[in-house]
């Protein structure tokens, strides 16, 4: 089974910094594109940043200039450094992984446990 697994959360003050990792594992062909999502209390789960293999990326317009997602294709890893937190940025941030399974399986998206991220003073 293909599986992403989630890492670096934690409690931090506003202002502070955290680094997310997350690592693709299993039957993998090809990973075309890797993302966090992110879903506080209450409200809908909402993309955040994304990276294609060729390393294009997106950002939501609330974090664009403090956040930045980086991609180790050979480890299938996907890393977002998250600057300048602010509380607002409290919720779960869930891994995406848009892949391919081996021998030529179908091409689905994969999703992580989540990783609680909780910015307060």
């Known amino acids: 089974q293909v599986q992403l697994v989630e890492s670096g959360g934690g409690l931090v003050q506003p202002g502070g910094s955290l680094r997310l990792s997350c690592a693709a594992s299993?039957?993998?062909?090809?990973?075309?594109?890797m993302g966090w999502y992110r879903q506080a209390p209450g409200k809908a789960r909402s993309v955040v940043a994304s990276?294609?293999?060729?390393?294009?990326?997106n950002y939501a317009d609330s974090v664009k200039g403090r956040f930045t997602i980086s991609r180790d294709n050979a480890n299938n890893t996907v890393y977002l450094q998250m600057n300048s937190l602010n509380v607002d940025d409290t919720a779960v941030y869930y891994c995406?992984?848009?892949?391919?399974?081996?021998?030529?399986?179908?091409?689905?998206?994969?999703w992580g446990q989540g990783t609680q991220v909780t910015v307060s003073s």
């Open positions: 299993g039957s993998i062909l090809v990973i075309y594109s």
């Open positions: 995406n992984a848009d892949l391919r399974t081996g021998g030529w399986g179908p091409r689905q998206d994969y």
């Open positions: 990276i294609t293999s060729g390393a294009n990326t």
